[in-house]
């Protein structure tokens, strides 16, 4: 069997050599005899593994020396937690910008948790067709952090810029964005991201903490939700997702053997401006992003007839291209295009797209 276009929102498409890769070292890693998941997370064959991982991870990303890179479990979503349990102790309160489901998610965490948060900008009432423009005076001075989703994966929208929050931590979710383009790691006070859209398999959360941020949790809070725990113990307080930190050390070190994340990112602009241009110059599909939040990983458009998007997605299956169906909250179509993704993919997309178009005509 061929491999196919698998366009899923995560987990999602690997590099073809990180797969052969890890085929190849399955049964026998290296030297020691044994797969990686075999191994003890403490003996020296894995400690390589997980110290490589951080380091070409802070290569590729320029993470700065005052920043914690942690390996955690438990998904993104339990980062809707840890955030607000490991840093509300600044000040007390907290602000969110909910411009999607995760966000919302994330904002709806900290309520239950019973903190004083507030959602100082949100962009629901246009249904998340767009991000919110953030300026410093929206934000409470006094707010121990400011909380964001860099690229909204359901709604296909991305924040263009980054906003201006002052002194106070900016804290993004960047689970569906990570390494498709360079980030300035020293505008944030936290980045977290889970790791099965562009990093790795599902398993592990990278989350990239400011040094300084680690002072604020609460003395009683979980141990395992305790970022300065994971810190302190370099991600093996426990056993650490051993075989999935080992994959995404394969993913890093192949992005570093293309050319870092400046090339990734001119990767990633080729196959986003193909599939927009398309969309710009027909009127068969509707793309609802407003311009200027367009995201480069998540293209959402529409047909504007349900049926007619139910047998989209269901002959693009037939025709090699798998999991176009938009989000079940959304519907319509979404093409993830994350790093993995060929660039071939979007042309074969977007040739399938042509015909559709052609055969179907609206009534
Ligand atoms: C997928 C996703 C999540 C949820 O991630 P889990 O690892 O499944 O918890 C959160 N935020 C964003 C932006 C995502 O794309």
Redesign the pocket.
């Known amino acids: 069997m061929n491999r196919v276009f698998n366009f899923s929102?995560?987990p999602s498409m690997l590099p073809v050599p990180v797969l052969e890769k890890a085929a190849a070292e399955m049964v026998c890693y290296g030297e020691s005899g044994m797969s990686v998941m075999e191994m003890s997370h403490r003996s020296p064959d894995y400690e390589a593994i997980i110290q490589k991982a951080e380091a070409d991870l802070r290569k590729l990303m320029n993470i700065p020396d005052n920043y914690k890179v942690l390996f955690m479990q438990?998904?993104?979503?339990?980062?809707?937690a840890c955030v607000p349990l490991n840093l509300i102790g600044r000040t007390g309160k907290a602000d969110y910008i909910v411009s999607?489901q995760?966000?919302g998610?994330?904002f709806k965490e900290a309520q239950k948790l019973g903190y004083d948060v507030k959602c100082v900008a949100t962009t629901k009432d246009d249904n998340f067709d767009h991000v919110p423009y953030v300026t410093r005076d929206m934000i409470r001075p006094d707010a121990s952090y400011v909380h964001m989703?860099?690229?909204?994966?359901?709604y296909g929208t991305k924040f263009g810029y980054i906003p201006d929050t002052g002194d106070v931590p900016l804290v993004a979710?960047?689970?569906?964005?990570i390494l498709s383009e360079p980030v300035d790691v020293s505008k944030f006070g936290v980045i977290y991201?889970?790791?099965?859209?562009n990093m790795a398999p599902?398993g592990v959360?990278v989350v990239i903490v400011r040094e300084d941020l680690l002072a604020y949790a609460d003395p009683k809070m979980p141990t395992m939700l305790e970022w300065k725990t994971m810190a302190e113990n370099d991600s093996m307080y426990n056993t650490p997702p051993c075989y999935t930190i080992y994959m995404l050390g394969l993913v890093v070190e192949w992005l570093l053997s293309i050319g870092g994340l400046e090339k990734m990112q001119e990767l990633n602009r080729r196959k986003a401006d193909l599939l927009y241009d398309y969309l710009d110059h027909q009127d068969y599909y509707l793309a609802p992003v407003k311009a200027g939040s367009r995201s480069m990983m998540n293209v959402t458009f529409v047909t504007g007839d349900p049926d007619l998007d139910k047998k989209f997605a269901s002959e693009a299956a037939k025709a090699g291209m798998k999991n176009l169906k938009g989000h079940r909250s959304v519907g319509g179509m979404r093409a993830s295009i994350y790093n993995a993704m060929p660039y071939e993919g979007v042309e074969t997309l977007v040739a399938f797209m042509k015909k559709f178009a052609a055969e179907n005509p609206k009534a």
Do not use: L
Request: charged share 10%; hydrophobic share 35%; glycine share 16%.
């Open positions: 929102a995560g438990g998904g993104a979503s339990t980062q809707f999607g995760f966000s998610k994330a989703c860099f690229n909204n994966t359901i979710d960047m689970s569906s964005c991201a889970g790791a099965q859209k599902a959360t």
